[in-house]
């Protein structure tokens, strides 16, 4: 079976938006969607990158793309206000459901709290606790649990040290996407994804 490996961050528009989408592409196809959590944050720093925002003309168009992309799509999108947010918690907890096997409802949950619901963390200095203790219940983990294994020592080295493989292997961006070793990097390079399955 085939398998596309995909680069994400709970920050990243365009990982919301590539998701639904890159999971349609390997049912129709019948490969396999493995989701793969990084810190974009580090991504960046350590590739050389910087976030659109950080550029304000291309941050400004950005945000009319992201919807233009949302509106293609058919999805719901509420933009987070201010963005970008914080997501170092978010992204170790999703480590640490990814151990326990219960990723996929942590990326659901947390991607429509995020982007559909208006729910992210407020900002880059915000407290994550409150959202993914929301996350937790929906998925039906215990919230203090979820919040205690994200503030381990293990948890967030195990953050850290697939931030760094990903950046490794090629990433500098999210969503990037791997069918075998050849990537791609960008919501809207997804044909070529489906071209490479096919």
Same mark, same amino acid.
């Given at each position: 079976?085939?398998? !596309? %490996?995909?680069?994400?961050?709970?920050?990243?528009?365009?990982?919301? $938006?590539?998701?639904?989408?890159?999971?349609?592409?390997? +049912?129709? &196809?019948?490969?396999?969607?493995?989701?793969?959590?990084?810190?974009?944050?580090?991504?960046?720093?350590?590739?050389?990158?910087?976030?659109? !925002?950080? !550029?304000?003309?291309?941050? #400004?168009?950005?945000?009319?793309?992201?919807?233009?992309?949302?509106?293609?799509?058919?999805?719901?999108? #509420?933009?987070? =206000?201010?963005?970008?947010? #914080?997501?170092?918690?978010?992204?170790?907890?999703? @480590?640490?459901?990814?151990?326990?096997? #219960?990723?996929?409802?942590?990326?659901?949950?947390?991607?429509?709290?995020?982007?559909?619901?208006?729910?992210?963390? +407020?900002?880059?200095?915000?407290? %994550?606790?409150?959202?993914?203790? =929301?996350?937790?219940?929906? &998925?039906?983990?215990?919230?203090? %649990? $979820?919040?205690?294994?994200?503030?381990?020592?293990?948890?967030?080295?195990?953050?850290?040290?697939?931030?760094?493989?990903?950046?490794?292997?090629? @990433?500098?961006?999210?969503?990037?996407?791997?069918?075998? =070793?050849?990537?791609?990097?960008?919501?809207? *390079?997804?044909?070529?994804?489906? %071209?490479?399955? *096919?």
């Amino acid at each position: 079976m085939k398998t !596309v %490996e995909f680069y994400y961050d709970l920050v990243s528009p365009y990982s919301y $938006l590539a998701r639904g989408r890159v999971a349609g592409i390997c +049912e129709s &196809v019948g490969a396999e969607l493995v989701m793969r959590p990084a810190f974009l944050g580090g991504v960046h720093k350590l590739s050389g990158n910087q976030a659109p !925002v950080a !550029v304000p003309l291309k941050g #400004r168009h950005a945000v009319k793309d992201i919807h233009r992309w949302a509106r293609y799509y058919g999805l719901a999108m #509420r933009f987070p =206000e201010p963005f970008p947010f #914080r997501t170092m918690t978010t992204m170790r907890a999703a @480590v640490y459901c990814e151990e326990i096997g #219960r990723l996929d409802e942590f990326n659901r949950e947390a991607f429509r709290l995020y982007w559909e619901e208006g729910g992210a963390p +407020e900002g880059l200095e915000a407290d %994550e606790s409150g959202p993914l203790k =929301e996350v937790a219940r929906r &998925v039906g983990l215990d919230p203090e %649990e $979820l919040l205690d294994a994200a503030g381990t020592d293990r948890v967030k080295v195990r953050l850290k040290e697939k931030t760094e493989a990903a950046v490794e292997r090629g @990433v500098f961006g999210m969503p990037t996407f791997f069918v075998g =070793e050849e990537m791609f990097w960008g919501n809207d *390079r997804l044909h070529f994804v489906q %071209e490479a399955l *096919r």
